[in-house]
Each structure stands twice: as structure tokens, then as C-alpha cells.
């Protein structure tokens, strides 16, 4: 009975040192090894939604071949606070819990380093579950990659208009060119439409989506190209 019980104290053990190392090893591999696919992508193709495109597109490029413009268009877009930070806004996300406990709803408050560590390798739904998840996962990435990485993962994984993946792709859609030759506007178009490129169209950009270039432009003004050097 007692070596029985030492068997299964073990292989809980075990369970539970795999458990911690899997993900951190994982983490550790892709600082390296750009992902070949990710679990946005994979969730979108096998639940696509209404109108998703029967082909996907999609190249990976470094971070050197992507416009310094497209680089600082999404962090003051989505994170102006991308530099500093060590994955969390702690700020933001006492505000978004207040919000949330108000409005009885789960709101965002994430990074850029968590969006990552979203599109990467979690689920879209919105839940406590998911946001403690991706919350962890983004302190991980912090600790085992480096900025640069992380921006660069980003910008090749996120979804720019239904099945398009990653800015090189998005570039050559919209704009017929390289991401390393975008200008600042057209950096911006793209930037303004990461919120819902399902609903929002850096290809026919509607008013609200101008709106939002304008402002993503200040923005980069007011931050300076020096508040972003990889």
C-alpha cells in the first residue's frame, strides 16, 4: 500500500513538473523558431466565419524588413507603453477590472505582449480563465525573449482583414508592396484596423477607420522615432 501510494505521489510529481517545463520550454523554442502555425490561425480554419476566404495568405518576414513606420504605428495603436513595460499594464488592468465589475463584462487592458501570447497560443473567447492564461504567458515571453522578438512575432501573426496573416502579407494585399517600403499613413491604415479587421477595412477604410489613422499619426508624432529602437 505505502509504495503504491509513493508511485502515485511520483507520477503526480512527474505530471506537474511537465506541466511547468512544457510551456516554458516551448516559449524558450519559438524565441528561435519562428512558428510554422498558431492557434488563431488553426481556430479560424476550423470554425471560419461567414464569407472566411477558402485561401489564406501569409509570409513571414524579420523585423529589419518590416517599415520602422508599421513598428511604431502599432505601438502607439495598441501599446504605447510596449518599450517599458515587462508584458503587463498594470494600470490598465486595475482600470478594466473596475470597468468590468461595473459592466458586469470582461474587458481587454492587453499588450501588445499579450495579444501575442493570444494569437499565439490561446482562444478567442473572452473569459478570467483565458485573460490569467495569456497574463502569465506574456511574463513568460518577457522573461525568455526580447522586445524586438516579441514585435516581431506580433506583426507576423496577427490577422489583418479575414485571412490575411502578418504585415507582409497585409502590405502586399493592400498596397502592392513590401512591408519594408510602407509609408507612415499606409502603416497607419493597417494599425487602425487591428482592433476588428473583420469589421474594419484597411482596403476601403470608412470614416471611422480615417479617424483612427489620423489620431494613430499624431500618436507616432507625439512619441518620436526614438521611443521605439529595436
Known amino acids: 500500500m505505502k509504495a503504491s501510494r509513493c508511485s502515485i505521489r511520483k507520477w503526480l510529481i512527474r505530471m506537474l513538473l511537465a506541466l511547468i517545463l512544457f510551456p516554458v520550454l516551448l516559449v524558450l523554442a519559438l524565441r528561435f523558431v519562428d512558428p510554422a502555425v498558431w492557434m488563431w490561425q488553426i481556430q479560424r480554419e476550423l470554425n471560419p466565419p461567414t464569407g472566411y476566404p477558402a485561401n489564406t495568405h501569409h509570409t513571414w518576414v524579420p523585423l529589419e524588413q518590416i517599415s520602422p513606420a508599421m513598428q ?14 515587462w508584458g503587463l499594464d498594470l494600470e490598465s488592468i486595475s482600470d ?3 470597468d468590468n465589475e461595473k459592466g458586469g463584462r470582461v474587458r481587454g487592458a ?21 485573460k490569467g492564461l495569456e ?3 506574456a511574463v513568460l515571453m518577457e522573461t525568455l525573449w526580447n522586445k524586438p522578438r516579441i514585435l516581431e512575432v506580433y506583426l507576423n501573426i496577427v490577422e489583418f482583414g479575414p485571412g490575411i496573416y502578418g504585415v507582409e502579407a497585409a502590405s502586399q494585399t493592400y498596397f502592392h508592396k513590401s512591408a519594408k517600403r510602407l509609408s507612415t499613413t499606409e502603416a497607419a491604415r493597417l494599425a487602425a484596423v487591428l482592433p476588428n479587421p473583420y469589421r474594419l477595412s484597411a482596403a476601403r477604410p470608412s470614416n471611422y477607420v480615417w479617424q483612427r489613422v489620423r489620431w494613430i499619426e499624431n500618436q507616432m508624432r507625439l512619441l518620436g522615432p526614438d521611443h521605439w529602437n529595436p
Open 135 to 137: 497574463a502569465g504567458l
Open 96 to 98: 478594466a477590472l473596475s
Open 72 to 85: 511604431l504605428a502599432v505601438i502607439a495603436s495598441e501599446d504605447q507603453k510596449f518599450p517599458q513595460h
Open 110 to 130: 492587453s499588450t501588445l505582449t499579450q495579444q501575442t501570447a493570444k494569437n499565439l497560443f490561446l482562444w478567442p473567447a473572452k473569459s478570467y480563465l483565458r
